[in-house]
């Protein structure tokens, strides 16, 4: 059974850059669809971007292009979200889910890993 | 963008009641609209992809419905253990987008 583990809480500055890791164990990395998703304080889900290892394609919400990049190591089985030029209004949980198409569409998320705790703060 | 919208924001309901929460696209997603459940302080947990498919270890009592532009969650008994938020999800074309949530606490 697949497992996202993802890397623990950051506290940073605005201005900053920030990098959370998702690792995945079970199943075939390359196979799946990795999405990163966002939940500001009390407010819901955002989709902030995805890869697909096996082709090294990308796609990013309009909002952050130019500030997110997101990447995948296939010997690790780990997934990457990197968002730079930290605002306070990026203080969220980050969460990252595979998907078995490989597409970023007509897909659905699961599983989910546990979630990353960003705060940008001064 | 599309955006989706869901109605109630909130409800409240009692243990054995049947519950219905609607989503409704901005333009037409076909049938790429998929349910999670969200409990505080966890990760989104899928319930149903591909409008009306139950994701495996998804009890039965939740079941989806629709197509176009507008869609159902229905549980038909609700359990203590399903008070959470629920958010639609379509995957019609990016970005991606979710509805706002609706809230089913206890009455």
């Known amino acids: 059974q697949v497992q996202l583990v993802q890397s623990g809480a950051e506290v940073k500055k605005p201005g900053s850059s920030v990098k959370v890791s998702c690792k995945a164990s079970?199943?075939?990395?390359?196979?799946?669809?990795f999405t990163w998703v966002r939940q500001a304080p009390g407010q819901g889900l955002e989709w902030v971007g995805g890869?697909?290892?096996?082709?090294?394609?990308?796609s990013y919400a309009q909002r952050f292009q130019g500030r997110v990049t997101i990447t995948a190591d296939e010997s690790t089985s780990t997934a990457y979200l990197e968002l730079s030029s930290l605002r306070s209004d990026d203080t969220a949980v980050y969460y990252c889910?595979?998907?078995?198409?490989?597409?970023?569409?007509?897909?659905?998320?699961?599983?989910w890993g546990q979630g990353t705790l960003v705060t940008v703060s001064s | 963008d599309i955006q989706m919208t869901q109605s109630p924001s909130s409800l409240s309901a009692s243990v054995g009641d049947r519950v219905t929460i609607t989503c409704r696209a901005s333009?037409?997603?076909?049938?790429?609209l998929n349910w999670y459940q969200q409990k505080p302080g966890k990760a989104p947990k899928l319930l149903i992809y591909?409008?009306?498919n139950l994701q495996g270890g998804v009890p039965s009592r939740f079941s989806g419905s629709g197509s176009g532009t507008d869609f159902t969650l229905t549980i038909s008994s609700l359990q203590p253990e399903d008070f959470a938020t629920y958010y639609c999800?379509?995957?019609?074309?990016?970005?991606?987008?979710f509805g706002q949530g609706t809230k089913v606490e206890i009455k």
């Open positions: 889910a595979r998907s078995y198409q490989l597409l970023f569409t007509r897909a659905w998320f699961d599983p």
């Open positions: 079970g199943g075939t990395f390359s196979s799946y669809t």
């Open positions: 890869i697909i290892p096996i082709f090294g394609t990308t």
């Open positions: 333009q037409s997603i076909s049938n790429y």
């Open positions: 591909a409008a009306s």
């Open positions: 999800q379509q995957s019609h074309s990016t970005p991606l987008t």
